[in-house]
Each structure stands twice: as structure tokens, then as C-alpha cells.
């Protein structure tokens, strides 16, 4: 069983930044074999890729609208990823969920919803302007 654990959102305004926490448990395995997500969903419409790590943490992919103002990274000792949120937009309010896929795939970045297999509770970011 795994369980990832989001944190970190809030209220802020537009231009601060925030970052996100998704803390991964579980009784089996360990955080290294997966690959990581972070989706978002504002309201009325689908959840979105927004950022990809690779099991291996040396790929990453992001979506064209927070690239280049968003950074996925994560601490294997801390059991824990994160999304690193810089130059805020009214545009990136949403619920932002972590998702995590055990891969044997080391370099693989994975984008799609179905990709992933465990997924967070979510955290919202609100940005005002």
C-alpha cells in the first residue's frame, strides 16, 4: 500500500511563489523505483500534467504553460517530491495532486493521467491578482 501525502498550498498573490510538498509512505518499498507527478484540476475542468520526474530524477518534463517558472525535484532521504512554484499566475489556481508509478523505466517521464497508479488527497493553490 502507498499513500502520498500533499502539502504546501495556500493563498497567495500573483508574481509570489509556493512549493509543494507530496510525501510518499509505504510499508513495502521504497521511494526511489517511481517515477513522479504533479497534475492540477481548477474547476470545471480535467486534471492536467503538469510536471514529470523520472525514477531515475534526471528527466523531468513540464507542461508549456508553467515551464520555465515551475521545478520538480525530490530528497530519496526524505521520501519526498516537490514542485517548486515561482512567478504565480491567476491562471495556476487549481487542486495540485501528486501522483507516483512504480517503472522499471529509469529515464521514462510519464504525462498522462493513466500512467500512474497512487495518487495524493491534492492541495489548493489560490493566486490572486
Known amino acids: 500500500q502507498v499513500q502520498l501525502v500533499e502539502s504546501g498550498g495556500g493563498l497567495v498573490q500573483a508574481g509570489d511563489s509556493l512549493r509543494l510538498s507530496c510525501t510518499f509512505s509505504?510499508?513495502?518499498?521504497?521511494?526511489?523505483?517511481?517515477?513522479i507527478g504533479w497534475f492540477r484540476q481548477a474547476p470545471g475542468q480535467d486534471r492536467l500534467f503538469v510536471a514529470g520526474?523520472?525514477?531515475?530524477?534526471?528527466?523531468?518534463d513540464y507542461s508549456d504553460s508553467v515551464k520555465g517558472r515551475f521545478t520538480i525535484s525530490r530528497d530519496l532521504d526524505k521520501n519526498t517530491a516537490y514542485l517548486q512554484m515561482d512567478s504565480l499566475e491567476p491562471e495556476d489556481t487549481a487542486v495540485y495532486y501528486c501522483?507516483?508509478?512504480?517503472?522499471?523505466?529509469?529515464?521514462?517521464?510519464?504525462?498522462?493521467?493513466?500512467?500512474?497508479?497512487?495518487w495524493g488527497q491534492g492541495t489548493q493553490v489560490t493566486v490572486s491578482s
Open positions: 501522483a507516483a508509478k512504480s517503472t522499471i523505466y529509469a529515464t521514462t517521464v510519464l504525462t498522462g493521467r493513466d500512467n500512474y497508479d497512487y
Open positions: 509505504s510499508s513495502r518499498r521504497t521511494f526511489s523505483p517511481y517515477a
Open positions: 520526474l523520472s525514477r531515475s530524477g534526471g528527466s523531468t
